[in-house]
């Protein structure tokens, strides 16, 4: 609703992965690169969030974080319940996606928020959780090592499209291994720069 | 009410004009009398309303003398009231990007991926990405089945101080998951203290690894070489060590990273030079003494420059005032690591001169023992058996105290007797190689007698070895001289003894291990420390028999880990013989005094592998004797002289 009445601001054009290093990986068709999204609560300051992207078997590519994010008494009230979706998943997801220079084939992360992500990207956007938790039962899954991603509702074919390439990810593979690098290098930014 | 009929109403209002005395009320409020006049739509005209006006305004007033003047009508004045009309929406409010700024930092391996005009690197409002290192081509790496196990995570090493240098440490991936991804052929898995190794290694600018003999100091260090290649850290690498391990050093090489290029220094001084000096060898090694010698003949602006220096067998540059140890450090490098299992062999200054080669404290300097164990703490690792190998089998060590023999008895108090009075007589003139001889001397009647050929030593080991061949096992005796081996040799025959000292050629050694390992009925070794105690593997010998004592405890940890190493089945056993009330005993009261000040340097966990030699006071000391000078008589304090031996 909220979209509805305000004007519509994103420009999620860079998002969008370019024909030659996107998703169909041409000219690389056995490389897939996946992205690792986390954010991070700093007190007092707002969020921050990072995007880790690493070759298919976990190798760092490349990482970007965002200075801390806080939202205003305003947006807290007109948001509303949609405040969270709306910073972590439109807004510090949309500027990551946009600021890395490696486009990442699929997006990987830990918070259902983030999955908002998806409606202003044409990458797919997936919530890791563990095969036995509850989380994985819902919606539109696909397993992958030993976790199950949840794709986002309204874009479930999203499952399909990785079910493709998910033999060139090792059966091994821990993909919720990068999001605790990720944390990691969050709180040492943090540690670093914000905390001074 | 519309905004219009209000102000219709007021002009209205303002053209009301009274004639007639306006009524006050008694409590002095002016009433008008207006409120129908203003309500209504059908008005009444004017002088209608004049008229009534006139007769409802009427004044109750006090009499009071001044009524002249209240009989004047009172002039009443209206005014227009403006009202806000025009509303306004506040706080406005349009949803606005919130301002963010972003760090970056794009790792080797990723600037493959950069699009080809990627100008995203920099940006106004984002921090510069910072490449590390040279583009790399990523692996194509196939499905390698892990198994779940615990990480090892790289830390980023403490003086790295900039955010991106912490965070390229931090977001690399588990050791484990990272070397399974290699297709690495390794011989067998590495142990989770040699995963933290290598990382610790892979993370560190200044190390000193220094973990006790047989733990896989080679392996770790090897593959933190070739982590710190694949990952772009480095591409030029030299490894020095001793001579003799060049060939030990290129098998390991082609065990643990066969894809590797090693290029070993030699030939002529050209080609040395040549080698030295070409860009483009990921790994060169070469031997103390081509560093020594080479790197001195190359002209200062010709010097090469490595990304990574390694120093085994670092215990070479602990004389700082040395040509090795200069040489080492007047090597251009960005990361310098010294391998060694005996950091300290004689004294604490030999690690300030190791951390000097690290160039972790200034030159030159001396740090004290505190400052030593704060530096050990942050540059050295070193883990011993007894921590990490929980699981391995004991190593078992007995003392055996010996009686000498009467035969025994009778010449060691001899010659320690006329030994005494010829020192004595040497009076001024006597140096520490006097006294060293008559040590030797002795220690040698303690292993036999050499007119009667009695020996307490071999009677024990004669029994000891009937056991040890009646189930079948295997023994490594270790002794400082080559004339015991020999001695010893046909007296064992039973046991089909194997010699391997100095005196045999090298071509027959490796056939005389061969066969001690496949050979049933060959129940022992005989080895001379200097020939068997370092780079090999005999860890299917369950007994060690130390014959004679070494003088650094270090030697004979070298020796006694042959057996005991990495792929030891079995406890071993480890016998030192001792003669009671001989030179041996005071010996060795004298070195485990010493074990205990530098252990604290260490650590306490490294009780047994602290080696230490003896200086020169101590060895005048084994015989109550002091120094002597020209000026005199006086103790000797703790100068770097280590004694020489004539072992094979």
């Known amino acids: 609703m909220i979209r509805q009445i305000l004007p519509e601001q994103f420009n999620t054009s860079a998002c969008v992965p370019k024909k030659d290093d996107g998703m169909s990986g041409a000219g690389k068709s056995e490389t897939l690169r996946l992205g690792f999204m986390e954010t991070m609560e700093v007190d007092g300051r707002g969020h921050i969030g990072g995007l880790l992207i690493t070759n298919q078997n976990g190798r760092p590519l490349e990482f970007q974080c965002t200075t801390p994010v806080k939202p205003n008494r305003t947006q807290e009230i007109l948001f509303g319940e949609t405040l969270r979706s709306w910073l972590l998943g439109e807004l510090i997801g949309s500027t990551l996606l946009d600021r890395v220079a490696i486009k990442p084939n699929i997006i990987i992360t830990s918070d259902p928020n983030l999955l908002e992500l998806r409606n202003h990207t044409s990458i797919p956007v997936a919530c890791a959780a563990d095969a036995k938790s509850k989380l994985a039962e819902q919606g539109c899954t696909l397993r992958i090592g030993g976790s199950i991603l949840r794709f986002h509702e309204g874009h479930q074919l999203d499952a399909e499209s990785l079910n493709k390439q998910k033999h060139l990810i090792p059966d091994a593979a821990d993909l919720a291994e990068p999001l605790e690098r990720v944390r990691e290098a969050l709180a040492e930014t943090v540690k670093t720069v914000f905390a001074r | ?648």
């Open chain 2, 1 to 648: 009410m519309s905004e219009f009929d209000f102000d219709d109403d007021a002009k209205f209002a303002d053209d009301v004009e009274f004639t007639g005395e306006p009524e006050v009320s008694a409590s002095g409020y002016l009433d008008t009398g207006l409120e129908h006049v203003a309500s209504g739509d059908s008005r009444p005209p004017l002088a209608e309303s004049i008229a009534e006006a006139k007769r409802s305004t009427r004044i109750d007033v006090a009499q009071t003398g001044f009524n002249p003047a209240l009989s004047r009508m009172p002039s009443i004045e209206t005014q227009t009231v403006s009202l806000n009309t025009v509303l306004d929406f506040v706080p406005s409010w349009t949803a606005r990007r919130i301002p963010m700024k972003c760090i970056g930092l794009t790792l080797p391996e990723g600037i493959e991926f950069l699009p080809p005009k990627a100008d995203s690197t920099k940006s106004s409002d984002g921090v510069e990405l910072k490449r590390i290192g040279p583009a790399k081509k990523v692996e194509e790496e196939s499905d390698g089945v892990e198994k779940p196990r615990k990480v090892t995570r790289i830390k980023p090493p403490a003086d790295a101080l900039s955010l991106q240098d912490r965070l390229f440490y931090l977001l690399q991936p588990p050791l484990e998951s990272w070397l399974a991804e290699q297709e690495l052929i390794m011989p067998f898995e590495p142990f989770g203290y040699q995963y933290e190794g290598i990382a610790w290694l892979f993370s560190s600018h200044s190390a000193l690894l220094a973990d006790e003999m047989g733990l896989g100091k080679t392996m770790q260090t090897i593959t933190a070489i070739r982590l710190l290649l694949r990952s772009g850290q480095a591409r030029r690498i030299v490894l020095i060590c001793p001579k003799p391990l060049i060939p030990n050093w290129q098998r390991e090489f082609k065990t643990w990273a066969e894809e590797l290029p090693v290029v070993t220094v030699e030939g002529n001084g050209q080609r040395r030079r040549m080698l030295w000096t070409m860009p483009g060898i990921p790994i060169l090694i070469a031997n103390y003494e081509s560093m020594t010698r080479d790197i001195a003949d190359i002209p200062e602006d010709e010097q090469p420059k490595f990304d990574l220096l390694v120093l085994d067998e670092a215990q070479r540059v602990k004389n700082r005032e040395s040509r090795t140890a200069e040489a080492a450090r007047s090597i251009k490098r960005r990361r310098s690591w010294a391998l060694t299992g005996t950091p300290i062999e004689n004294r604490p200054e030999e690690l300030g001169a190791l951390f000097e080669f690290l160039e972790v404290v200034p030159k030159g300097s001396c740090p004290d023992l505190r400052q030593l164990q704060k530096l050990a703490k942050k540059y050295i690792l070193r883990r011993t058996k007894d921590v990490v190998m929980s699981d391995m089998p004991p190593r078992i060590d007995r003392d055996a105290e010996l009686e000498l023999t009467d035969a025994q008895e009778y010449a060691y108090r001899t010659a320690e007797k006329e030994g005494i009075i010829q020192l004595n007589e040497l009076g001024d003139t006597i140096t520490v190689q006097h006294v060293f001889e008559l040590v030797l001397r002795l220690k040698q009647i303690t292993n036999y007698d050499p007119f009667t050929g009695e020996s307490a030593k071999l009677e024990r080991l004669l029994a000891d070895m009937e056991e040890i061949g009646a189930s079948g096992g295997k023994a490594i005796l270790f002794s400082q001289w080559t004339k015991t081996i020999d001695w010893l040799a046909p007296k064992l025959k039973e046991f089909n003894p194997l010699i391997y000292h100095g005196g045999v050629p090298t071509k027959q050694r490796e056939p005389i291990l061969a066969k001690f390992k496949e050979d049933p009925n060959a129940h022992i070794l005989l080895m001379s420390y200097g020939t068997g105690a370092v780079g090999l593997n005999l860890q299917f010998a369950g007994y060690v028999f130390l014959f004679d004592r070494w003088w650094n405890p270090a030697i004979e940890d070298q020796a006694i880990n042959r057996a005991h190493r990495i792929g030891v089945k079995n406890p071993v056993i480890v016998t030192r013989f001792i003669s009671k009330n001989t030179i041996e005993e005071r010996i060795d009261r004298v070195l485990s005094e010493k074990r205990a000040l530098f252990a604290a340097i260490l650590g306490d966990g490294d009780n047994n592998n602290v080696s230490l030699g003896l200086n020169a006071t101590e060895i005048f000391g084994l015989f109550d004797l002091k120094a002597r000078h020209k000026g005199g008589s006086k103790s000797i304090g703790p100068k770097p002289v280590e004694p020489q031996t004539d072992a094979a």
